[in-house]
């Protein structure tokens, strides 16, 4: 049984949440949002940790709030460290097959 991101849920929950946060389970990758509550349009940020010495978070890329560009956000999220089963904890994986 494969399980896939259910892109729907994540897109409603990233639009209602400003301050939407999501790490991988080791706490090394993360997707953020720009904007406020209940917003539709803003940008999504894939980002490392933050660094120690700076308090800096390297952005790997920057995408779109459309649904069709959450897939590449969590290609993005997972060909930079992060792992599937994340999305698992807040619901976002649903089984096919």
Do not use: A, P
Request: charged content about 35%; overall charge negative; hydrophobic content about 25%.
């Amino acid at each position: 049984m494969k399980k896939e991101v259910n892109y729907k849920k994540l897109k409603k929950d990233m639009d209602q949440d400003g301050g939407f946060l999501h790490w991988d389970s080791d706490d090394k990758v993360s997707i953020t949002r720009s904007g406020s509550d209940n917003e539709t349009d803003y940008r999504i940020f894939v980002e490392s940790e933050q660094d120690e010495e700076t308090g800096e978070y390297e952005v790997y890329e920057e995408f779109g709030s459309d649904i069709d560009e959450l897939t590449y956000v969590v290609e993005c999220f997972l060909e930079n460290g992060g792992d599937i089963e994340s999305f698992e904890i807040n619901g976002y994986l649903t089984s096919n097959g």
